[in-house]
């Protein structure tokens, strides 16, 4: 059994601040990418940032300069600090992990944390 478990969600207002973290746990062998995506109401899923095992990171263009991912292997925990945020970053935030499991990979997904920013 994996879980993803996310915190950090909430209010804010317009130029303000979040961090969200979002924790691995179970039968782990190894996380090979973690990462997080958005939904809006009324939008499709869309890939907020990706981090790879060796630091490599994939910014979707509207948040590059203003967030931030970052990764703490041993703690199995993935964050992403929000920065400068608008209006339009107010979406229903997922963490999702590529998971090893002994041999076999399989992709997760959190529960999901609000994130909204009023104008």
């Known amino acids: 059994q994996v879980q993803l478990v996310e915190s950090g969600g909430g209010l804010v207002q317009a130029g303000g601040s979040l961090r969200l973290s979002c924790a691995a746990s179970g039968s782990i062998s190894s996380i090979p990418s973690m990462g997080w995506y958005r939904q809006a109401p009324g939008k499709q899923r869309e890939l907020v940032v990706a981090i790879a095992g060796d630091g490599s990171t994939n910014y979707a263009d509207s948040v590059k300069g203003r967030f931030t991912i970052s990764r703490d292997s041993a703690k199995r925990t993935v964050y992403l600090q929000m920065n400068s945020l608008k209006p339009e970053d107010t979406a229903v935030y997922y963490c999702?992990?590529?998971?090893?499991?002994?041999?076999?990979?399989?992709?997760?997904w959190g529960q999901g944390t609000q994130v909204t920013v009023s104008s």
């Open positions: 999702n992990a590529d998971i090893f499991r002994g041999w076999s990979l399989g992709n997760y």
